[in-house]
T-cell receptor, first 111, second 110 residues
Framework: GQQLNQSPQSMFIQEGEDVSMNCTSS?????WLWYKQDPGEGPVLLIA???AGELTSNGRLTAQFGITRKDSFLNISASIPSDVGIYFC???????????WGAGTKLIIKP | DTAVSQTPKYLVTQMGNDKSIKCEQN?????MYWYKQDSKKFLKIMFS???????INETVPNRFSPKSPDKAHLNLHINSLELGDSAVYFC?????????FGPGTRLTVT
C-alpha cells in the first residue's frame, strides 16, 4: 500500500541537541499527524495539523504543515533522554480516508 | 485521557492454532481499528469498523476477522496461525478526528 517517505530513518544525537525530521508524499493531504512510540507501547499522538502552512507546538515539539500539502516537518528542541523512541508521521485526504503512515524515525540519544 | 486496552500483552502460540486478541475502549468512540506492526516497525491498517461499516484492507488474509460484540469492543480472531503472523497488533479508537492506540499485543507464532 501507499507509504509516506519519512526521513531520516534513524538519528543519533547528543542530549541537548535540536532534532529535525520530515515526511513527504507524492499526493496532497489535508491532515498531517505526528505520533511517538515508546518501546513496548502504542503510538501516542503528539501534534495534529489541519491547515496548509500551519505551525503548531507541543512543548519542545514543533510541527509544520507544508505549504504544498505534500510534506510536514517535526522539530524537537533541546532533546532530553525521554525523547528517545520512534516518531511516525501520518497523513490523510479527509476524515473518510484511512491514514497513510511513514516508516518512522528512530531517535537515539548518545550517552 | 484515552482508554484503549488490549489483552493479552503477549501471546505465544504454535502454527495452526486459532487465537483471539481483545480490545476495549470505554470512551464511547465510534470507530475502532486494528493495525499490524512488523519487525521493521511499519504500521499497516488491517480493519476499521464502526456501527455501520467494516472496511477491510484487501491485503489482509481472510484468516483474520474482527468481531464486535458491542460498541466498546473490537476483537481480532486469527485462524490457522502462520509464522508470518508474528508481529505486534495494535487496536486503535477514534475520538473526534484522530486515532488513539492501545498498548499492543505481541504475537509470536512458533
Amino acid at each position: 500500500g501507499q507509504q509516506l517517505n519519512q526521513s531520516p530513518q534513524s538519528m543519533f544525537i547528543q542530549e541537548g541537541e535540536d532534532v529535525s525530521m520530515n515526511c513527504t508524499s507524492s499526493s496532497i493531504f489535508n491532515t498531517w499527524l505526528w505520533y511517538k512510540q515508546d518501546p513496548g507501547e502504542g503510538p501516542v499522538l503528539l501534534i495534529a495539523l489541519y491547515k496548509a502552512g500551519e505551525l503548531t507546538s507541543n512543548g519542545r515539539l514543533t510541527a509544520q504543515f507544508g505549504i504544498t500539502r505534500k510534506d510536514s516537518f517535526l522539530n524537537i528542541s533541546a532533546s532530553i533522554p525521554s525523547d528517545v523512541g520512534i516518531y511516525f508521521c501520518a497523513g490523510r485526504v479527509d476524515s473518510n480516508y484511512q491514514l497513510i503512515w511513514g516508516a518512522g524515525t528512530k531517535l537515539i540519544i548518545k550517552p | 485521557d484515552t482508554a484503549v486496552s488490549q489483552t493479552p500483552k503477549y501471546l505465544v502460540t504454535q502454527m495452526g492454532n486459532d487465537k483471539s486478541i481483545k480490545c476495549e475502549q470505554n470512551l464511547g468512540h465510534d470507530t475502532m481499528y486494528w493495525y499490524k506492526q512488523d519487525s521493521k516497525k511499519f504500521l499497516k491498517i488491517m480493519f476499521s469498523y464502526n456501527n455501520k461499516e467494516l472496511i477491510i484492507n484487501e491485503t489482509v488474509p481472510n484468516r483474520f476477522s474482527p468481531k464486535s460484540p458491542d460498541k466498546a469492543h473490537l476483537n481480532l480472531h486469527i485462524n490457522s496461525l502462520e509464522l508470518g503472523d508474528s508481529a505486534v497488533y495494535f487496536c486503535a479508537s477514534k475520538r473526534g478526528r484522530e486515532q488513539y492506540f492501545g498498548p499492543g499485543t505481541r504475537l509470536t507464532v512458533t
